[in-house]
């Protein structure tokens, strides 16, 4: 029987972005922005949907006058991102 796979992580920009935390400690926004190739408002949505969900951590700090904007993973999203691989293993009959 297949498992549901998390509609969370599900969305094609959301599974980007775990996907490179998974890969790095901490990530910041421009890296993020640039490796997904997303908008910065849409980017900016989707970090707020995983964090509000407890995947990731956003942290908010000014270096010089500019704000810098850094994500990682939370113990929440490593778990949640290893069943999601997990189960999408059972859908490949891996």
């Known amino acids: 029987m297949l498992k549901e796979l998390n509609p969370l992580i599900h969305s094609q920009l959301r599974l980007a972005i775990m996907t490179l935390l998974v890969s790095v400690e901490e990530a910041d926004f ?11 408002g849409n980017i900016s949505v989707q970090l707020d949907k995983l964090s509000s969900a407890g995947y990731i951590k956003i942290t908010k700090e000014f270096v010089g006058k500019k704000t810098r904007t850094t994500c990682r993973l939370t113990e929440e999203g490593k778990q949640a991102m290893e069943e999601y691989i997990e189960n999408l293993k059972s859908y490949l009959n891996l």
């Open 30 to 40: 421009s890296y993020l922005k640039e490796k997904t190739n997303a908008t910065s």
